[in-house]
C-alpha cells in the first residue's frame, strides 16, 4: 500500500525559509518520479517541482530560483527547500508519486499534505 506523508510545514515570514520533507512507502521509490504540488482553497493545483527517477528537475516559474527540490532513494524521502517566501506562496503543498521514472504525465499517488503560510 503506496504512502506518502508529508511534515515541515508551518508559517513564516516572507524572506523566510521552510524545508518540506516527504516519507514513502509501499513500492519501489527509486523507481518514480516524484513531485510537489500546492493548492490555494478554490484554485486549481499546481505542480511546484517535481524529479524524476535519474534526478532530473523541474520548476513552476514562479518558485525557479528559489525552491529546490531533492530525493534521498535511500531513504525514500523526498525535500522541498523553499527559500525567500513570498505570501503567494501560502497554500497547502502535496507530495505526490508518478508511476513511471519521468514526470511528463499524470500523478497515482497523493499524501494528505502539509499547510505552509507566508505573512508579510
Known amino acids: 500500500q503506496v504512502q506518502l506523508v508529508e511534515s515541515g510545514g508551518g508559517s513564516v515570514q516572507a524572506g523566510g525559509s521552510l524545508r518540506l520533507s516527504c516519507a514513502a512507502s509501499?513500492?519501489?521509490?527509486?523507481?518514480?518520479?516524484m513531485g510537489w504540488f500546492r493548492q490555494v482553497a478554490g484554485k486549481e493545483r499546481e505542480r511546484v517541482a517535481a524529479?524524476?527517477?535519474?534526478?532530473?528537475?523541474g520548476y513552476a516559474g514562479s518558485v525557479k530560483g528559489r525552491f529546490t527540490i531533492s530525493r534521498d532513494n535511500a531513504k525514500n524521502a523526498l525535500y522541498l527547500e523553499m527559500n525567500t517566501l513570498k505570501p503567494e506562496d501560502t497554500a497547502m503543498y502535496y507530495c505526490?508519486?508518478?508511476?513511471?521514472?519521468?514526470?511528463?504525465?499524470?500523478?497515482?499517488?497523493w499524501g494528505q499534505g502539509t499547510q505552509v503560510t507566508v505573512s508579510s
Open positions: 509501499g513500492y519501489t521509490y527509486r523507481r518514480y518520479c
Open positions: 524529479i524524476s527517477a535519474f534526478g532530473g528537475t
Open positions: 505526490a508519486a508518478r508511476s513511471d521514472t519521468y514526470c511528463d504525465g499524470p500523478y497515482n499517488y
